[in-house]
């Protein structure tokens, strides 16, 4: 605390007429006592917020995990919206939850070539334990995707048997033998069946396949070693 030390010697010498060695008359010192106090107080604090400021100053320099990968639900339900394509263009209409729904850490594996999100053990048994086998709670609301801060698409939490007829980017959890995977379909087509592999197909859901294949969610997942492509 050699800050404070410093401060209060200056103090002291303010009190005693910059004089370190004399003592303060007796009458003055009691008359004065209360101000002596208030300032002796006042040099505490600042002594104490110069200590904070220069811990701050070296934190701040330090290197912070950042979220790089991040699906977020929104305060938006697509059975009263008539969503489209062109309805979820403006990413910035949609107000994210304070945390996200999954991020880069719950997630073990992304299958590229299935746009399928295998999570954790421990992810897996927190959103089990959460929602039960799949978030039922969270069905139909819109999602969106986000990578190193930035909002690359938006979708709907769905499953595979809404009467829904979603020409958009979904999402539709599943539980395999304990694991919750979150898969990603280009639309409501796929929810039952596996990622879309022939050309047709393809062609025909071009825009979602564009969407959710985003060049940087790959780069991130490469980046961080959990990306699997077929070889």
């Known amino acids: 605390m050699k800050a404070i030390f410093d401060t209060n010697v200056l103090i002291a010498a303010f009190l005693h007429g910059g004089n370190l060695c004399q003592a303060p008359d007796p009458g ?20 104490l917020l110069g200590h904070a400021k220069e811990a701050f100053s070296e934190g701040a320099g330090m290197e912070r995990t950042a979220i790089r990968f991040a699906i977020y639900l929104t305060d938006k339900n697509v059975a009263a919206g008539g969503y489209s394509y062109e309805a979820l263009a403006d990413l910035d209409q949609f107000t994210l939850g304070l945390e996200p729904f999954i991020t880069e850490n719950d997630i073990k594996l992304y299958d590229w070539e299935k746009q399928d999100l295998v999570l954790t053990e421990v ?8 929602y039960g086998v799949r978030p039922i709670m969270e069905i139909t609301k819109i999602f969106v ?7 690359i698409y938006a979708g709907a939490m769905t499953y595979p048997e809404t009467a829904m007829y979603l020409d958009f980017p979904i999402i539709v959890p599943a539980n395999e ?6 898969r990603i379909r280009p639309s409501i ?4 069946s596996s ?6 197909q393809k062609e025909r859901h071009a825009k979602g396949i564009a969407l959710i294949e985003d060049p940087r969610i790959r780069k991130v997942f490469k980046e961080i070693g959990k990306l699997a492509e077929a070889s």
């Open 195 to 200: 990622y879309p592999g022939d050309k047709k």
């Open 145 to 151: 995707v986000a990578v190193d801060g930035k909002r």
């Open 28 to 47: 003055t010192h009691m008359n004065r006592k209360p101000i002596y106090e208030f300032i002796l107080i006042l040099g505490i604090l600042a002594s």
């Open 177 to 182: 033998n304990g694991r919750f995977i979150v």
């Open 189 to 192: 087509l796929y929810a039952f």
């Open 123 to 130: 992810a897996s048994e927190r959103m089990i334990k959460k």
